[in-house]
């Protein structure tokens, strides 16, 4: 039996049952990330594994376990761990050590969690290839020459890989679901504000989540319960979606989308036909300025979250006589270049009348798009769309930001109104892209209703197991 | 050609919370260099402020004392710049939606009573502190995050004695309001002075200039005149004014340049993504209008009308809220508000003047001094003597009872006591005695002033007088 294969609620059983032990599978899962070429990992933490292993094992045999407990996870390198480096994907934090954990590493401690690294992201979070990291790209488990989607892309290119069974990432504009897209796996971005954000770096407060990026819906929906202390979440799953109303996104669904997805996502949606869902097409006008609002507000966000990167406290330390000149080192060689474009953008947007031209412009269209949104979810059970206009591309495909930044129009809808979101690969993708990749598919539902997203999701996972 | 000054202050107070405005950290003055940090006020990655409701109660008293409009729906900026002293590289403040608006304060300046006119008061986070020794700068954290208020008044001062005025009687409200603690020593309180000068009677305005952080009342009243100065010997020369922030050198007196307009900050101030908007209810803003303590203004007429103090008195008395509170603790004990007031301005407060007691830790409590007056005003003890009781309390911090009982102090109403201590006196002084019979009668005041000696003022000095009299004359 090879544990790495198994998902979250598998090895969990298998633990508690006694079939296997915490020191075999974190043993079997570091084997695999130390000998894996894709870069998903910036730390490997291969000594407080093992330590923690230990602490999880002792719980399995007082009977104090936990669905958490003793299973092998990854962290994602925006989440701060007290005596491990955060890098942030950046050369400004090369050599970061926080002093703290963040509220959600707590949580997972109290339950004897088993963290195995922190993973490879964007720098800051700013990018959704990968590419932007200071630690290098991450590869696609599914191609090696293909990137692995971002920002947190060795989240989604390590649970994919088996290089650990399931990860904490954050999403800001997309950056769990597009990479769980990208890599073929269940990413799950929370409703805005369900899990406490002390202790993750912030790029933009207003729309930062923390979410999981797991094998499966269900996986998602464990994590989720231990992350937040209610047991909901998995409440739903396995239950049929006979009579349920969905919605296709129309916005979402036009020329622009690779005729490969979007076979992908009819497909997927025949087939929740097929299992009683009623599906029908409906407009989200607002959705036209989603990504310009988007740029626009969490760039000048960003700006601000990463102004606190000077050099004085901690990170890296400029050179000169002034503190000017320090801190303008200290950041010009710091930071990398999608961050700084970012901060351009950012400090442009809010400079004098900007304000009112681009910023206040931004908070009207976000506000109209979340009107419109939750107009939808009244009268719809989910909103489906694809979760990217394509699979995941080249590794060389050249940084057309204008491009890249447009888009991003597939996951920024769902963060401008704090919705949850789960990013799950479509039924038969398989079928549709040569050679085989991936294919996501989005489940947008009511604010606080991850349930019925991951109950559908879990429906479309049984469907392509068929 | 007449130049008349107009100017606008904005006025930084800290407020009086145990924790600092979005974090749980002590905002207490002093301690060691970054004791009072955590990731928040430090700025390392991760922190999530979550709003002090003190801070906010606190500021709407504010906006109670100074008759200002409270908002219901209140909300937070970002206000980004670099600099050491400011670890997260924003300062969270207000813009849009400040918790107070309008309001006024009236001031008696130059003979004349006149309201000075408030733009606004907002809650905001104040800096860090850095510290510049042998060649480096050291930043202490301890103050970052400290709540703030900014009170903003309209242009409406025209002279430095206005400003000096208008900042004292604040001080003094917000004191009394258990706002801020008003010391501007520590710089809890500390003013930021808009200046501009015109020809008499013009409508217009002339350009202005800001000089930042004055934090004491006698800075304030030289700053402006300096400036003042400055403006009107440039204008005179025929040379323009440069809109600039200035700072003011205490030591020589100086106005110095720090930055012209050229070179402002663009501080692109956005909302707060982390600190959601705040609506206040009716009730919360009626519950916080009624915890507002009594402001000076209304102790003072309770003062004048139902204690019948003298009004200068009771302005002595108002002026340090400590002594106004001892005063209104001495007399729920002794209700002798006459008394006591006198007690306080005539011996009290010369003991702190002199240095021999300070108000922030008298070794005895309100109690006991009115119990000290109060054995006066029944007549048990003889009034000459408290000045010497109430050093003795300031000295040994023990209880006027026992310092009387231990000293014999007390009014001896049985006058044989007295004739045995003057016998006594009598005894010990023969060749007086015999001279004053000799007709030598300047000796009186010799004899006259051991008795008194002897009896440390336990008798009334006519009683003295007589019995001495008597046994001289009739023995």
Request: one cysteine or more; hydrophobic letters at 35%; aromatic letters at 8%.
């Amino acid at each position: 039996m090879d544990l790495t294969k198994l998902s979250l609620k598998q090895l969990n059983t298998a633990l508690s049952e006694r079939q296997i032990s915490v020191k075999e599978v974190v043993g079997d899962y570091l084997e695999r990330a130390k000998q894996s070429d894709l870069n998903a990992y910036i730390t490997l933490t291969e000594e407080t594994a093992l330590q923690s292993a230990q602490t999880a094992q002792k719980l399995f045999d007082s009977g104090e376990s936990t669905a958490l407990t003793g299973i092998p996870c990854s962290i994602k390198d925006n989440i701060c761990t007290a005596e491990i480096k955060t890098t942030n994907g950046s050369k400004m934090l090369e050599n970061f050590v926080p002093f703290y954990d963040a509220d959600l590493i707590r949580t997972l401690k109290s339950q004897g969690f088993v963290m195995l690294g922190k993973t490879n992201m964007d720098e800051f979070a700013m990018g959704n290839s990968n590419r932007t990291s200071y630690f290098g790209n991450v590869r696609n488990p599914h191609d090696r020459e293909r990137v692995s989607g971002g920002s947190s892309g060795g989240s989604a290119a390590a649970v994919a890989a088996d290089l650990c069974c399931y990860s904490i990432g954050t999403d800001t504009g997309g950056s769990i679901r597009q990479p769980a897209a990208y890599c073929g796996i269940t990413g799950l971005k929370p409703t805005y504000g369900r899990i406490s954000r002390t202790g993750v770096t912030a790029f933009a407060g207003s729309f930062d989540t923390v979410g999981p990026l797991a094998k499966t819906a269900e996986d998602c929906a464990i994590i989720m319960e231990a992350l937040t202390g209610e047991k909901s979440y998995a409440s739903k799953i396995g239950n049929g979606i006979k009579g349920m109303k969905i919605a296709l996104i129309k916005e979402l669904f036009t020329e622009n989308v690779d005729v490969n997805v979007r076979e992908s996502v009819s497909q997927t949606l025949d087939f929740l036909r097929s299992q009683g869902a009623q599906v029908e097409k409906v407009s989200l006008p607002a959705l036209d300025y989603a990504a310009p609002a988007y740029f626009t507000l969490a760039s000048a966000e960003g700006v601000s979250a990463l102004s606190r990167f000077d050099g004085v406290k901690y990170g890296l330390r400029g050179e000169g006589a002034t503190y000017d000149e320090r801190l303008r080192d200290s950041r010009t060689r710091g930071l990398g270049e999608e961050v700084k474009r970012r901060i351009m953008l950012g400090n442009f947007v809010l400079s004098g009348e900007n304000m009112n031209t681009y910023f206040r412009k931004g908070l009207a269209i976000r506000q109209q798009i979340t009107r419109e949104f939750n107009a939808l979810l009244n009268d719809y059970d989910v909103a489906v769309s694809p979760t990217s206009s394509r699979s995941a591309f080249s590794l060389d495909e050249p940084g057309d930001f204008v491009k890249i930044y447009s888009s991003t129009l597939y996951t920024v809808p769902m963060n401008l109104a704090g919705l949850p979101c789960v990013s799950t690969p479509g039924v038969n993708s398989v079928k549709f892209d040569k050679p085989y990749m991936p294919i996501g598919v989005s489940l947008t539902g009511r604010k606080f209703d991850e349930a019925t997203i991951l109950q559908v999701a879990d429906c479309i996972e049984r469907g392509r197991n068929r | 050609m007449k130049l008349y000054p107009t100017i606008g202050l904005e006025t930084h107070a800290e407020l009086m919370t145990e924790s600092k405005l979005f974090c749980s950290c002590s905002a207490k003055f002093g301690g060691e260099e970054n004791e009072h940090c955590c990731i928040g006020c430090s700025g390392f990655p991760g922190a999530i402020p979550s709003l002090n409701k003190k801070a906010l109660e606190l500021i709407v008293r504010a906006g109670f004392a100074l008759d200002c409009k409270i908002s219901r729906f209140t909300k937070w900026e970002r206000k980004n710049y670099f600099y050491p002293d400011l670890p997260a590289a924003y300062q969270v403040s207000q813009m849009e939606r400040p918790v107070c608006v309008g309001g006024g304060l009236e001031i008696e300046a130059g003979g004349e009573t006149k309201t000075i006119r408030l733009n606004r008061i907002h809650l905001e986070e104040d800096a860090g502190k850095l510290n510049h020794v042998g060649g480096k700068s050291l930043a202490d954290y301890n103050r970052t995050g400290v709540p703030l208020i900014e009170i903003v008044t309209e242009p409406d001062f025209h002279s430095a004695e206005e400003v000096v005025a208008y900042v004292e009687k604040l001080r003094q409200i917000l004191q009394y309001g258990d706002i801020c603690d008003g010391k501007m020593e520590q710089g809890s309180l500390r003013c930021d002075v808009n200046i501009s000068l015109a020809p008499f009677g013009s409508e217009k305005l002339g350009t202005r200039t800001e000089i930042k952080n004055l934090n004491s009342i006698k800075a304030i009243g030289r700053a402006i005149a300096a400036e003042i100065e400055r403006q009107t010997d440039l204008l005179e020369n025929g040379e323009a004014i440069i809109q600039q922030t200035l700072r003011f050198d205490d030591a020589t007196g100086e106005i110095i340049p720090m930055r012209t307009k050229e070179d402002a900050h663009d501080y692109r101030y956005f909302p707060d993504p982390d600190i959601p908007p705040v609506v206040l209810s009716e009730e919360e803003i009626e519950r916080f209008r009624q915890a507002l303590p009594e402001l000076p203004g209304i102790r003072l007429k309770r003062y004048v009308n139902d204690f019948k103090l003298a009004e200068k008195d009771a302005v002595i008395i108002l002026n340090d809220k400590r002594v106004s509170d001892f005063y209104d603790a001495a007399v729920a004990v002794h209700n002798n508000p006459k008394t006591l007031a006198n007690f306080i301005v005539v011996e009290l407060l010369r003991r702190v003047n002199l240095g021999e007691a300070d108000m922030g830790a008298l070794p005895f409590s309100p109690a006991d001094f009115a119990d000290l007056q109060r054995s006066v005003d029944e007549g048990k003890l003889n009034r000459d003597v408290r000045k010497d009781v109430l050093r003795e309390m300031l000295e040994s911090g023990k209880s006027p009872g026992q310092i009387c009982d231990e000293g014999d102090l007390w009014l001896k109403e049985d006058s044989g006591a007295v004739e045995a201590v003057i016998n006594k006196v009598l005894e010990a002084n023969p060749k007086a005695v015999e001279q004053y019979r000799n007709g030598e009668v300047k000796v009186f005041g010799f004899l006259m002033g051991q008795a008194s000696k002897e009896l440390k003022g336990s008798a009334a000095p006519a009683t003295v007088k007589n019995i001495l009299e008597s046994k001289l004359k009739g023995e």
